[in-house]
């Protein structure tokens, strides 16, 4: 591609990317710990109805106070939901006080709910949303609620970011996405009710979308081929490292309000910081500011050390080395693109189905941690540790043996993983935990593999409406996640089934896309359609100068998309 050449000709690895990308993949550390807050902000500590107080003229300590109060369930445990409507003095005098409890319910003792409140344990918390609005019983639906809500707004955001930023540049929208989640979380943060929690959490949402797809965009369109399966793979450590950060951050902060505020507040950072980033020389390019483009490709080539380079470059010959690229940005492009020619459709559906199932398997897995009965802070800290070897894993499968091979085992992998753990007793929780952890390892890799290989297939004059798509199937596949959940209800196995096959399927569509190792970076629709679909292509001559000279480079193949 012509801008390669431009890109080289300013310096492709120098002082400029090095640092644009680093500033660009700060706020990534912070993305995990608003995504997977839930766990921790919404953790659901053991509760049980407030005893009866009327007690006077009897002196009684708290655990007689319960035992009359409260009944226990099978397990020999407090009810959660449900307490005598009148204490049961005759409990204080039975040596078995479960039997007599279940015994003197079927002959008809009168219940209540819980009518002046829960007591909860906050052995482990201080606060969090569950006891701030007493989520529980029948208010429980709306803890998933609030993360449904939330993955609402990424949803809303993908939509919105992905076209508004192909149309006034990523730059503004990656400012406009740091400022909307640095006030939201804060409101987030000291919000009254469930109400206003929720609202300001799909702001937060929304604003993780803009700052995910314009960031990722501003990365891949400064760097050249050959470092972009390097660069994607650790931005992809960045959000890994944030899983981490968040466990150690949730762990010293018990408060759901201070921890919602600490991790808002380092989005002020980033925004003002954000202002010394550059547009993109070739959404510039192609949307007709090629004044902006020469100016900005001047700037890079002073700050790599190339002053030289710059005082050669001029809109002339800019217009000449991208006239084919200028004169298709002529036409105005829209979501509809996605689907307008076979290339365009096949590309779209298949990612379509990708990005769905790896969220919604992803999140199935990460969202519900004490489901694992293992403290959430150290399983937190498993789940986070798995990323690191996967995506090495992923990241030297994707540079040796493509991207289509790397995404098809990474999704039918995580899928066999799951549907294995059903068939795993459940005493045998180690296992079951060890399996989850290799199927989210998986995921991860997925992941990783996704923001990557839908960069390089999407063309740039639909890069962002296309990113900005499948990034919304994948929060509606984050969204449908938790109400599979319900179905396990009526049958036991079928959420663990679904979990598990929806990653197998997807990975047979993910056969059907195009290899895109070692290829330039598309800039219009023509370009992706003479890539094509042709299995096992042999290279043109073109393409064979781009290998030859990429085999030349120092990284080598490992640096090699």
């Given amino acids: 591609m012509a801008f390669a050449d431009l890109l080289e000709q300013v310096g492709s690895t120098g002082r400029f990317q090095i640092v644009h990308v680093t500033l660009l993949s700060l706020p990534i550390l912070m993305m995990a710990s608003h995504n997977l807050l839930q766990n921790f902000a919404a953790a659901v500590p053991s509760h049980h109805c407030v005893a009866h107080t009327n007690l006077s003229g009897h002196q009684l300590n ?19 939901c449900r307490r005598y409507a009148h204490p ?15 015994e003197n319910e079927e002959n008809g003792i009168e219940m209540q709910g819980c009518v002046d409140g829960w007591k909860y344990n906050m052995t482990e918390m201080t606060s969090t949303i569950i006891t701030e609005w007493d989520l529980v019983c029948d208010m429980r639906s709306l803890k998933q609620m609030g993360q449904t809500i939330y993955m609402g707004g990424v949803l809303v955001g993908a939509v919105i970011f992905g076209g508004l930023s192909d149309r006034f540049g990523r730059r503004v929208l990656l400012l406009i996405s740091h400022l909307m989640m640095a006030v939201a979380g804060t409101c987030a943060a000291f919000a009254t009710s469930f109400s206003l929690f929720c609202l300001f959490r799909f702001f937060c949402g929304m604003a993780l979308s803009g700052l995910v797809l314009n960031a990722f965009s501003l990365i891949v369109e400064w760097i050249p081929t050959r470092v972009r399966t390097v660069v994607g793979t650790g931005t992809g450590y960045c959000y890994t490292t944030g899983q981490l950060i968040l466990a150690v951050v949730a762990y010293n902060i018990r408060d759901w309000r201070w921890l919602t505020l600490a ?19 070739r959404w510039l390019v192609l949307n007709k500011k090629p004044e902006q483009a020469v100016k900005n490709l001047k700037t890079v080539a002073r700050i790599n050390g190339r002053s030289d380079e710059a005082d050669k470059i001029d809109i002339e010959m800019l217009r000449q080395s991208m006239k084919k690229e200028m004169s298709c940005s002529q036409i105005s492009h829209s979501v509809l693109d996605l689907l307008r020619n076979r290339t365009m459709r096949t590309i779209t559906i298949c990612l379509s189905v990708v990005w769905f199932s790896t969220s919604f398997a992803y999140y199935g897995l990460s969202m519900d941690l004490q489901k694992f009965g293992v403290n959430i802070y150290l399983i937190q800290v498993i789940f986070g540790a798995v990323d690191i070897p996967a995506k090495i894993i992923v990241t030297v499968s994707m540079s040796i043996i493509g991207r289509r091979i790397s995404q098809c085992a990474a999704l039918i992998l995580a899928g066999i993983t799951i549907l294995i753990n059903l068939l795993v007793p459940y005493e045998l929780q180690t296992l079951r935990t060890s399996l989850a952890v290799i199927g989210k390892g998986c995921l991860a890799a997925s992941f990783n593999c996704c923001y990557l290989y839908s960069g390089e297939l999407y063309p740039t004059v639909i890069r962002q409406n296309g990113m900005g798509w499948v990034s919304m199937m994948a929060r509606l596949g984050a969204m449908v996640a938790p109400l599979v959940l319900l179905l396990g209800e009526a049958v036991a196995w079928l959420p663990g089934f679904i979990y598990g096959g929806a990653p197998i399927l997807s990975g047979i569509f993910a056969y059907f896309l195009p290899e895109t190792l070692g290829a ?5 629709i023509q370009d992706a359609e003479e890539r094509g679909f042709i299995k096992r292509k042999q290279p043109s001559k073109k393409e064979e100068v781009v290998l030859k000279d990429s085999s030349n480079s120092p990284l080598k193949e490992t640096a090699v998309p």
């Fill in 62 to 80: 708290p655990e007689d106070t319960l035992l009359i109060s409260v009944p226990l369930d099978q397990q020999g445990r407090p009810e959660r």
């Fill in 88 to 102: 049961q003095w005759h409990l204080l005098h039975t040596n078995s006080s479960k039997e007599l409890e279940w």
């Fill in 263 to 281: 991790v808002s507040l380092p989005f002020y950072v980033s925004f003002l910081y954000s202002w010394w980033f550059l547009e993109s020389a």
């Fill in 520 to 524: 330039p970076l598309p800039d219009t």
